[in-house]
């Protein structure tokens, strides 16, 4: 594992979000989501997208705070511009699982 120091960490952006819209993404090669996450006023409202559907209906999504890196440059995903990262974890089947506060938390935070 290469080591990375602490100012290379401090680049990464990473903040809590919440959900206020989703859909499905039929159109991705991979089951996917679509996603507009708001991070409060500072940075707005940004759209991703995400291979979540083992464990999430854009339904169940809404509502739901996310962290996400904020800070890396768009990357179109067919035809939809993703201009965020949602953060996750496999499960045991290597499903994904987002990553989100224990609790309620304001929008637009910065993970430290």
Known sequence: MA????DDFLKVDVRVGEVIRAEDYPEAR???IKMWV?????IG???TSAQVTAHYSPEKLVGKQVMAV????PRQIGKFMSEV???GLPDESGEIVLIGPDGP???GGRMH
């Open 45 to 47: 409202v940004k759209k």
């Open 70 to 73: 904020v800070n890396f440059p």
């Open 3 to 6: 080591e990375i120091s602490f």
């Open 85 to 87: 990262l949602v953060l």
């Open 38 to 42: 708001d991070f409060g006023e500072e």
């Open 105 to 107: 938390v304001p929008i």
């Open 30 to 32: 991979k089951p996917a």
